[in-house]
Nanobody, 124 residues
C-alpha cells in the first residue's frame, strides 16, 4: 500500500503563490505518473498537472503558464508550484499515483492511490 499526503494549502490573495507538496510513504513507490487534481464545490474533479517518472510534464489549459509540477524521487515528493493564483483556482487539491498508463485520460480515470486532499482558497 502507498499513502499520499498533501501539504501547503491555505488562504492566499489573488495574484499570490502557493506551493503544494505530496509525500509518499508505504510500499515501494514507483508510479508511472503522478497527477495533481482539484475539485471545486459543485464541480467535477479536474486534472491539473501530471509528471511522469521520467520528468515529462503536462498541464490543463486553465493553469498552463501559472502552475509548475516537479518531483524529487529521493524524497518521494511531488510539488505543485502555483503562481498568479485566481479565485477560480479555489478548490480541494489532491495528488494521485498512476501505475498503469500515462495519457491524460488514463490519469483521469486510472488513479491507483489518492491523497486525502488539501484546501486552497484564493480571495479576490
Amino acid at each position: 500500500q502507498v499513502q499520499l499526503e498533501e501539504s501547503g494549502g491555505g488562504l492566499v490573495q489573488a495574484g499570490g503563490s502557493l506551493i503544494l507538496s505530496c509525500v509518499a510513504s508505504g510500499s515501494i513507490f514507483s508510479p508511472n505518473v503522478m497527477g495533481w487534481y482539484r475539485q471545486a464545490p459543485g464541480k467535477q474533479r479536474e486534472l491539473v498537472a501530471t509528471i511522469t517518472s521520467r520528468g515529462s510534464t503536462n498541464y490543463a489549459d486553465s493553469v498552463k503558464g501559472r502552475f509548475t509540477v516537479s518531483s524529487d524521487a529521493a524524497k518521494k515528493t511531488v510539488y505543485l508550484q502555483m503562481n498568479n493564483l485566481e479565485p477560480e483556482d479555489t478548490a480541494t487539491y489532491s495528488c494521485g499515483a498512476i501505475y498503469l498508463g500515462a495519457t491524460w485520460y488514463e490519469c483521469l480515470v486510472g488513479v491507483d492511490y489518492w491523497g486525502k486532499g488539501i484546501r486552497v482558497t484564493v480571495s479576490s
